[in-house]
């Protein structure tokens, strides 16, 4: 599986932003409810995520984290933010200690 899947979804997901129909289409119908009705439903899926993790049932982990990455992609959408920006983020973060990135952070997490 190559990062090429987040991107077309990320596509899809902008598509269906701009021009979906909310009759029809799930990220419309989101899309149109706003930014908090889509972070409510990023925490929902988390807390699936968590509770399907603390049970090990990694069959369910994945359907959960499946939701959570693409309720995240539509938050992310929300407010312009692309997942080949997370992934360069990620990538930069390769190699370095946890704690050692946390701690070069600056203060102001907007920043």
């Known amino acids: 599986m190559n990062d090429h899947v987040l991107a077309q979804l990320a596509d899809t997901i902008e ?7 909310p009759a029809t289409s799930y990220v419309a119908k989101l899309k149109a409810k706003g930014l908090d009705a889509m972070l409510k439903k ?5 807390t699936e995520f968590v509770l399907a993790a603390k049970d090990r ?31 360069g983020e990620l990538a930069r973060r390769e ?17």
Do not use: C
Request: no cysteine.
């Open 42 to 46: 990023v925490g929902e899926e988390a």
């Open 15 to 21: 598509a269906r932003r701009q021009s979906g129909d």
């Open 57 to 87: 049932n990694a069959m369910q982990v994945t359907y959960e984290a499946a939701d959570l990455w693409f309720h995240s992609l539509m938050a992310l959408a929300e407010v312009g933010v692309r997942p080949e920006q997370v992934l």
């Open 95 to 111: 190699g370095l200690s946890g704690l050692a990135e946390f701690a070069s952070r600056p203060a102001d997490p907007k920043i």
